[in-house]
């Protein structure tokens, strides 16, 4: 077989296409990048735990991104090492986490918590420096604005718990 039919077999099906796709457009309306949307799909559709190899081989990326994106994966919990059977070589196989409990779980745990922290450290110094600014008028008016994007950081910290709970995390 030459290397024009390995790279072929080594390709998507059009099947394991449509799945990596929905994956990819989910992670776009959450602002990650593609490659990340990709990697999961794949270990999702995959009956077999897949290596990093595995990964950059059928999706044509970069093993830089496909490090990257198992690293994030990892630690949101959507993809975990698996056991290596059959495997001989001393690669590291993973597999998906299919729980929505736990995916969830994870995105709040590693992306909204931190964002909100940050995000209310950066209220309070626009705070500050707006209760400086000389023009009344405005001082006032970037106040009311302050005092909504507190309230909106506030009621975002109330309901995380409740998905959370509602999630079984």
Known sequence: MNQAQD???ESLDPLE?????VFVDGVRVLGLPRSIGE??????????PLSLDDLVIRLHISKGSASQGLRLLK??????????????E???????????????GGFIREQI????????????????????LENPEQRQFLSERIER??????????VLPIL???LGQ
């Not at 999961?40 to 009956?47: C, D, H, N, W």
């Open 7 to 9: 790279k072929a077999n």
């Open 17 to 21: 296409r449509q799945v990596v796709d």
């Open 39 to 48: 990697i999961y799909g794949l270990l999702f559709i995959s009956r077999e």
């Open 75 to 88: 630690s949101l919990g959507a993809v975990r090492e698996a056991a290596q059977n059959g495997h001989s």
């Open 90 to 104: 001393r690669r590291t196989y993973y597999e998906p986490a299919i729980e929505l409990k736990r995916l969830v």
């Open 113 to 132: 918590r931190p964002h909100l922290k940050s995000g209310s450290i950066k209220i309070d110094r626009i705070a500050k420096s707006a209760s400086q």
């Open 149 to 158: 994007l507190n309230q909106w950081m506030n009621s975002g910290s109330k």
């Open 164 to 166: 959370q709970k509602l």
